[in-house]
Structures are given as C-alpha cells and as structure tokens.
C-alpha cells in the first residue's frame, strides 16, 4: 500500500509539470486587403507586432505605405508616403535599441524610401524619430540596408550611405555607380555592394573606394559572406550565374549557370540558398563552394528560414502559392511540398514568422496569418528540462525507497522519501513557477494602447515608462528609460531617479516588492504593457518599449 501511495505522489507530481506538445497543421487565423498595392517584401515580426509594406502600381495615385497590425491582425498604425515614387521594394529593417559612440537610440523600424528618404520611426505608433535623404535618378533606394553596430549603411541609387542610428547623422555618402534592388553587405573588412553594371564594389569604414571587380550583368542583392569569400547570384540577358569571389585575389569562380531573373538569396550558416526562373539552387562552402542541390521552381522574390530546418520560397506564377523545402545540413533537399492559401498568385515575399504563427503577403496586396498549435523547433530545443529532471528523480529514488521500506518492515525508508521530496520540491518550485506562468494568461488591466496617457512627454515614446500608482489617483509617471531587460532592473532605474525608497524581501520564488516609500497595503503587484505579472521581478523580462505599472494592493 506504500509503495502505491509513494509511486502516486511521485508521478503527480511529474505530471503537474507544463509541457509543450505537438499541435495542428497550418490554419488560416486572419486575412487583411492592403487595397491598390503589392507585398514585394517579407512582412517583419518585432517585439510580438507585424510590419509589412506595400508598393503602388503605376496607375492612377496610389501611394506605396506601411503598415503595422498586432499579431491578431488589428491595424496599430499605417503611414503613407504622398512624395515617393513607384518602386518602394527596400525591405523594413527593425532595429532593438542600445548605444554606440555616436549615442543611444530606441526600438526603431527603418523604412527606405523610393524618393530617397530614409525614415527612422518608432515601432510602436509611426511616429518620426528622424530622417535623412539620398540621391535620386529615376528612383532612390531600392535595396536592403545593413546594421554595423551603431550605424546603418544605406544602398542609395548612385552608391552608398552610412548613418548614425540615434540621430540619422551622416557619416559618409560614396558615389559608385546605379543600382536597382543592390542591398549592402557589412563586414570586419568594410561594405560590398554591386550595381546594375555588374561591377562589384567594396567601400571601406571611412568611405573611400576600396577594390572592386567587373562580373558583368546585374547584381541585385547584397553579397553573402563565405569563410573563403563572397557568393553573388549575377543576372544576365538569358542567364544567370552563382560566382564565387575571393577576396584578397579577386579571384571569380562560377560555380553555376543557370536561369534568368535570380531571387535574393539566403544563408544559414555555411549553407547558402539561390533561386531563379528555372531552379532553387543550394552550396555548401567549406574548403571549397560546392553545388549540393536543385529543385525545380520559379523563384524570383525572397528565401525565408522557418523555425526549423524548412525553406519557404514563394513561387511567381499566376497559380502561386509558397514551396516548402525540407533541407539538411549538407544542403540536400530532403523532401518538398507546396503550401496554398485562398489568395495564391505571384507572389515574390517571403513569410515572416512569429511564435507560432505564419505571416504571407504576395503581390495582390493580400497579408494573410497561419497559425499552428505545434511549437516552433528552437522552442522545443530550448524548453528548460530543469523541473522534469527534477520530477524523474522524485519519481526514481522514491520508488527505490518505498520498496526498501516496505521489504525491511521500517519507517527510515518513508521518512527519507518525504525529507527528499520536501528538498527536491523547494529546489523545483521556482522552475515549475516559471514555467507555469508561461502557460497561464496574462488578465488585460489595462491594454498597453489605453496605457499610453496623451499628456505624457513625446520624448518618452519608443521608451520604457514606469507608473507608481499609490492609490486614489495618486500617481507618479516616470519615463525616456533605455536598455532594461527586466521588471526588476527597470523598477530599480525607476525608483532611484524618484528618489524613492523600496523594500524588497526575498522569497523562494524570488524578489517580492513589499513597500515603496513606506506604502505597502497588502503588497504591490505589476503590469507589463497591460498583462498582469506572474512570475519574481528579476524573471520577468521586458521590451525595449514598455509601459511597467504598479499598483499597491
């Protein structure tokens, strides 16, 4: 009968544990007409909201936009450009906040625009945090931008740019020649960027021309970095071919000829992807840059990795729809399969993806949300197996101590199991708290949007702001905080620059704010953007923008 009772314990509680269990396939959750434009550029996920934009066609006044909806497909914001031209196909760029030796700047989403702009907005509203212009002949910047630390280096029409993330200063602006879709490629070394004529440019960290090399044709994407070079996918008349550079030689190898109108590729790792008219092409570079594998596809947009080892490609006919490749880590293809939605046509975005959540746009203007229940596989691979190691060696040592108790006829066997399982539940029940709090949800009180009061400072918008509510409409706001990463250190931040003072006791579950500035009631409680928190201040993570309320109890 012990033995029964002990074993029962055990596994109650190793199945109290949380745990992530595979779910449904991909299924339509939203869908949303961006009206007279087109999806050329994968929609962006950042800080748990969709950034996607749009191209106008070349009729009538359409004017190209940017959107930003919640991850449930409600419009936060959307900002028009009435002065760019058609052609706005430079992809947004989401930027987290930090500091460099040029200053310190919030979450920012770059937007390059075909009149030459270059606009820094804050994600959360679309409001202007600065901007900056380029030269314009026919249109302005087309391609994809690069991070370098603190900077930003802009792909403009005629060459390159390089700016200040905190306040858009230029640093340099390098003539090369025209470009049409030619992203730039940051390294150690300096920035490579090609251009219509199919030279191929390097630029090194102070602006000035460096070497450069003729590959003929068009290069219309950013170069991707290799440990023996560069890879560039260069477009001809009726062609097109995957070169192999060396960089301190300038040495060219093709490594293959293949269709016209080539995509823009992606890397993972030493893995790189190419598409175009014909195929989608993988190379594997070692020592050496190797062909690996080849599927048949019109692909002439953007790649996307999928939280797991799947390509997305999304195929330009009239039919549509997305391929999806199964790729090892030798680059070969494993197996592939076409995804279709209700709006399948050309289509030339790659997905976005979120926690579990599939983001589509294509070239009818449609944007459309798959979701699934089944985790993504970094998640999986990454679940915290701390408490469910712990429960299997409850499970384990009391079941061995339960049979020693009960073949002896003693109670010292017992009691050691229940010294043990007291040890071992203490130890456990911060990583059970943790985990549970992940699966519990979050009491809206209030939203992050009603949060947001319209008196407070502008200057704090894109910044983390922290309410002390003491009651009876008692509050103390205090705002423009940079870089905290958790409720703890933001309240800290907080309660030194008001000069108040805290008393913190220490729990088994962590850190419990008891009192600030002598108030205490019956404790404080927080709230990070509206969600009620669940879990010690110093496990509670934040964003770069978030409103932190406490409110005495």
Known sequence: MR??????????????????????????????????????TSPVMFNEHLFVRTSGFWTAEERPQVFSFTSEGIERWNRTSITTIQHDLSPLQAVPSGQGECGNWPDLLLIGWADGVIEAVHPSNGSRVWSATSPVNGWGITGAMALDEDHVIVPTRNGM????????????????????????????????????????WMVTRNGSLGPSVDLGGSIRHAPLTVDTGL??????????????????????????????????????????????????????????????????STMNGEFSWAPSSQIYAPINTPEGGWLVIEVDTQGRFLSNSTFSTVHDGYGTAAPAFGTSSLFLGNDAGWLMAHTSSLPPADMVAGYDWTAFLGAMLIVIFSTLLAIIARSNG?????????????????????????????????????????SWDSSWPEAWLGTQVVVFDFGDENNLTLGGFLGHESVESLTQAALEEANLSAEIEQTDLGPYLASIDGQSGGGWEYFVDGERGVVAIDSASIEATTILHWRVV
């Open 410 to 450: 003693s109670e010292w066997g017992l009691r050691l199991f229940a010294i043990m399982v007291l040890s071992l539940s203490l130890l456990l029940l911060p990583d059970v708290a943790q985990q549970w709090s992940e699966k519990l949800p979050g009491v809206n009180e209030p939203t992050a949007q009603e």
């Open 161 to 200: 740019q390089r700016h200040c993330l905190s306040n858009g200063a230029l640093d340099f602006s390098t003539n090369l020649s025209l470009g049409w879709r030619n992203g730039v490629l940051a390294t150690s070394e300096g920035y490579w960027q090609g251009d219509e004529q199919g030279r191929l």
């Open 231 to 296: 890879l560039v996918h260069v477009q001809y008349p009726l062609e097109s071919k995957i070169m192999h550079l060396e960089t301190s030689t300038l040495a060219t190898t093709t490594l293959l000829t293949s269709g016209p109108s080539p995509a823009i590729p992606i890397q993972r790792g030493n893995l790189s992807i190419f598409g175009d008219s014909t195929s989608i092409t993988s190379v594997l570079c070692e020592a050496t840059c190797v062909i690996k594998d080849q599927v048949e």
């Open 3 to 40: 033995f029964a009772s002990t074993f029962l314990i055990a596994t109650t509680l190793l199945l109290l544990l949380p745990f992530n269990t595979a779910g449904e396939e991909w299924s339509m959750e939203w869908q949303v007409d961006l009206g007279e434009g087109y999806i050329t």
